[in-house]
């Protein structure tokens, strides 16, 4: 696994005519609270979103649309409990890497960001990290993706 974060890492920090491109599929919300999941929290997934995708980009990645497959993305009840098939969804995407990120609501104070950046070539890990916020709010989320980005799966710059 460190072989290929250095392989990332270097892809990342010397740029090549073209872009390496990164699917980015939605993130989803692990709800084991015992608070019912809000319009709110729902909303706040696509923050995330946006978040990763637009610092994903400045980073250098073209991002690929995922729209394409969004049924098929829709059909599993969860990315990262389906035995690897974001790797088949990024193939389908022509991507280079796939991505997929969760949150995990403990409470309404307790929540913590994951995300997990796979080569789809060969199906390893290339980036893999995961940041506790505290407070359920629009600021929080968006903090704590800028914060994983920045320190567990972006390269520093």
């Known amino acids: 696994m460190r072989i290929a974060l250095s ?3 270097v892809a990342l ?3 090549t005519a073209a872009a390496d491109r990164v699917a980015l599929l939605p993130f989803e919300l ?3 609270s015992l608070e019912p999941t809000r319009p709110d929290e729902r909303a706040r997934l696509l923050l995330v ?3 990763v995708q637009r610092r994903m980009g400045e980073a250098g990645f073209e ?3 995922p729209a394409p497959i969004a049924a098929e993305v829709a059909s599993h009840s ?3 409990g ?3 098939c974001e790797l088949g969804l990024g193939r389908e995407l022509g991507a280079d890497f796939v991505a997929i990120g969760w949150v995990q609501k403990v409470s309404n104070l307790i929540l913590n960001l994951n995300m997990q950046v796979r080569d789809v070539a060969s199906g390893r890990i290339v980036a ?3 940041v506790d916020i505290r407070g359920n709010t629009d600021e929080s989320w968006r903090r704590g993706a800028l914060y994983l980005l920045q320190h567990r799966i972006l390269p520093p710059s």
């Open 78 to 80: 969860s990315l990262r």
């Open 49 to 51: 979103d946006e978040v």
């Open 82 to 84: 389906c035995n690897g």
């Open 13 to 15: 920090a010397m740029p």
């Open 7 to 9: 392989a990332l890492l």
């Open 63 to 65: 991002i690929v649309d």
């Open 128 to 130: 893999a990290g995961s």
């Open 30 to 32: 692990e709800n084991s």
